[in-house]
């Protein structure tokens, strides 16, 4: 749609008034919206609200030539605390005494307490069972009331196991 003022732009402002209950609507391209005074009040809404907060933390916050940069990302804790994303891992070591209270009223704790993924866990305990088996080999005094227990139980396969393991024991001393 062209501007119904100049007829020559696209526009792209859309005018709503209301002036002693008369309703009217304007189409307007960015130049004839500036010249009729039509600003962008979000921006200028925006720009006031971010000095407003600028004020109560202008002690809080360090000079932009003063901050401290990370330096992996580039980083500084201002641009964090305007975008309220941190930007890499390393920024949380290095910004880690002024993250703490901010992350600690968002999420009430600072240390996690949620739930693991099942297959690493299944994973870490096949590892620790390994490296535990390798590191206790029983003894043949276990082996033989394993045999026993396993004779009793008319398990023949294990005490089959059992009894050449107690044999190669006794062989290799």
């Known amino acids: ?21 008369e309703y009217e ?34 002690n809080a916050l360090p000079a932009r030539s003063e901050a401290t940069r990370c330096s992996t990302c580039g980083s ?8 309220g994303q941190v930007g890499c891992a390393n920024c949380y070591e290095l910004f880690l005494s002024e993250l703490m209270p901010s992350i600690r ?33 029983p003894t043949v005094e276990e082996l033989r009331k394993q045999l026993n227990d396993a004779v009793n139980e008319q398990n023949f396969e294990l005490a089959a196991q059992l009894r050449d393991k107690i044999k190669e024991m006794e062989e290799s001393k």
Not at 42 to 52: A, L, P, Q, Y
Not at 107 to 134: D, F, Y
């Open 105 to 137: 009223r968002i999420h009430g704790n600072t240390t996690h307490c949620g739930k693991t993924p099942l297959n690493s866990v299944r994973e870490n305990k096949v590892e620790l069972n390994s490296t535990a088996k390798k590191q206790q080999e």
């Open 1 to 21: 749609m062209l501007c119904q003022k100049c007829k020559a732009k696209e526009a792209n402002t859309h005018v709503k008034s209301v002036v002693n209950g």
């Open 76 to 83: 500084t804790y201002y641009d964090i605390s305007k975008t």
């Open 25 to 58: 609507e304007y189409m307007l391209c960015s130049d004839c919206a500036k010249e009729m005074g039509y600003t962008n009040l979000w921006s200028d809404m925006h720009s006031d609200f971010n000095s407003i907060l600028g004020s109560f933390f202008s």
